[in-house]
């Protein structure tokens, strides 16, 4: 997130008490707390306040895909930043979303997602289609929800864990 051009990182952090332990792993990043009763809410709550806040686009990454290149993260950020787009989504290989950006807050795209199933990518896609935004796809990429997810998370970083630092000395010091 450090290195990409055009954006502000920020952390969006739940339980409220936990300011500090973030703030502690990521003292250049801007802090939020996270609010909302489930997580479609909590994402909305997010993004509408970053844009709330001025911010032209906003963008929520998921914490699971620890490999993500970091040239589809530069490719949502330069979408909103420029004209085109109104939803920019990175669809995971298990039918979700590693990523959402936004230049309008729209609850719609939140509110009684089927979260942690294959459908949550169509329907957020054919919500947008309904409310007349456009939207694009980056690439796929996996995400770790299950332990074949980890398995192949820890052989992708097995050659060493550059794409993933943190994650990658967890991993290879971590006994089952």
Request: net charge negative; with cysteine.
């Amino acid at each position: 997130m450090r290195e990409l051009s055009g954006a502000q990182p920020v952390v969006a952090y739940t339980p409220d008490e936990a300011h500090a332990e973030f703030a502690a792993l990521a003292p250049d990043f801007a802090l939020v707390p996270q609010h909302g009763a489930d997580l479609g809410a909590r994402l909305h709550a997010t993004l509408a306040g970053l844009l709330a806040a001025g911010h032209a686009g906003a963008i929520a990454v998921d914490s699971d895909t620890p490999t993500l290149p970091r040239d589809f993260l530069q490719q949502a950020v330069d979408w909103l930043n420029q004209p085109g787009p109104d939803v920019v989504l990175g669809p995971t290989e298990d039918g979700g979303y590693y990523l959402i950006g936004v230049r309008a807050a729209h609850r719609a795209l939140f509110d009684a997602v089927p979260w942690s199933t294959s459908a949550v990518l169509e329907v957020t896609l054919r919500r947008a289609a309904a409310a007349g935004l456009h939207a694009v796809c980056l690439p796929s990429w996996f995400d770790v929800d299950t332990p074949d997810d980890l398995r192949r998370l820890q052989a992708a970083l097995a050659d060493g864990p550059a794409a993933a630092g943190q994650t990658g000395r967890f991993l290879a010091g971590w006994r089952r």
